[in-house]
């Protein structure tokens, strides 16, 4: 995300942080804007342009909204703002808005999974950064054929697969680990019925790039199910600036059916956001092969995952 960023969860963001940023000192329009992205620069060390950026413009709103509130004035000499007690008080109210938990990302999880209760038994997935496999275990005691990957891009990952494969023996038929990157991965003749992320598109340093491969590899009226930080008021108090580097809720409704995905759904669990959304069919950007007729549970069965799995990771 390069640009400025704006919409409904930034304004929510941008009411209580300016008061924040008030309450320390005296600022200009000019200030507050160069002070945001300052503070959020850590971001850049997942992308380049991680940290948020958000327009003048943006930021004078919010102030003039919260002067008409009288949350805070303007003060000569210089035209600095600064905020008066009733904005003081405003802050640690908005700040007690927190509803984040140490088991938010487990609600999360279990509300994405039970978005899949109707899918038939064995339907083939793929956890796109995986991690050492939080959500692709959840998902094969469900019953799925789940391949997990991960590029491993950064130092705290890059050994992931390798701890997501411990243990896996139990779970070995429906469940399968591989170091691969999306954007390289080759799609099995089928496709995939799901394309699963839990907590991977903040990361990603191209996420649109990201987001067609997922498109390519899914079948037709397949499924992308994402799961990752709630940009806004709640996601900043729970995870802190480390929340603008996921999709928000208004950029997911205008990035996905650009992309060709349609009946999109998003669903608010604490500080985590859950996005729905198909394939859909017909649309231009398809490029798969007919879909194969899945083979059944039988002499053969026992081996599609591997099969499917070696197809998908050749590139």
Not at 48 to 77: F, H, K, Q
Not at 243 to 249: D, G, V
């Amino acid at each position: 995300m390069s640009k400025a960023r704006c919409g409904p969860s930034i304004s929510e963001f941008l009411t209580y942080y300016v008061l924040v940023l008030l309450a320390a000192k005296r600022r200009t329009i000019r200030e507050l804007v160069k002070e945001i992205e300052a503070r959020s620069a850590e971001n850049r060390y997942f992308r380049s342009d991680g940290a948020l950026r958000v327009n003048s413009r943006e930021i004078e709103g919010t102030v003039y909204s919260l002067a008409d509130r009288g949350w805070v004035r303007l003060r000569p000499p210089g035209a600095r703002w600064c905020i008066t007690r009733a904005g003081r008080r405003a802050r640690r109210e908005m700040q007690q808005r927190s509803h984040g938990g140490p088991d938010s990302k487990g609600r999360a999880a279990s509300q994405l999974i039970a978005r899949l209760k109707d899918a038939p038994k064995g339907s083939y997935v793929l956890d796109v950064g995986t991690g050492e496999g939080f959500l692709a275990r959840r998902l094969a005691r469900q019953g799925f054929r789940v391949l997990g990957i991960d590029s491993g891009a950064f130092d705290y990952s890059k050994d992931s697969i390798e701890k997501a494969r411990q243990g896996v023996v139990s779970d070995g038929r429906r469940l399968r680990f591989r170091k691969a990157d999306v954007t390289r991965l080759r799609r099995p003749s089928s496709g995939f019925d799901f394309v699963v992320a839990s907590q991977a598109m903040h990361c990603m340093k191209h996420q649109h790039k990201c987001l067609r491969a997922i498109h390519r590899l899914l079948a037709p009226g397949g499924r992308f199910l994402s799961l990752d930080f709630l940009v806004g008021l709640e996601g900043f108090l729970a995870h802190g600036f480390h929340c603008f580097l996921a999709i928000s809720r208004e950029e997911w409704a205008e990035l996905l059916p650009a992309i060709g995905f349609d009946d999109i759904q998003t669903q608010k669990v604490r500080d985590y956001l859950v996005v729905d959304a198909r394939k859909a069919r017909g649309h231009p950007r398809q490029d798969y092969a007919p879909a194969k007729e899945a083979e059944t549970a039988g002499g053969r069965g026992r081996d599609q995952i591997g099969r499917n799995e070696d197809a998908a990771l050749r590139v």
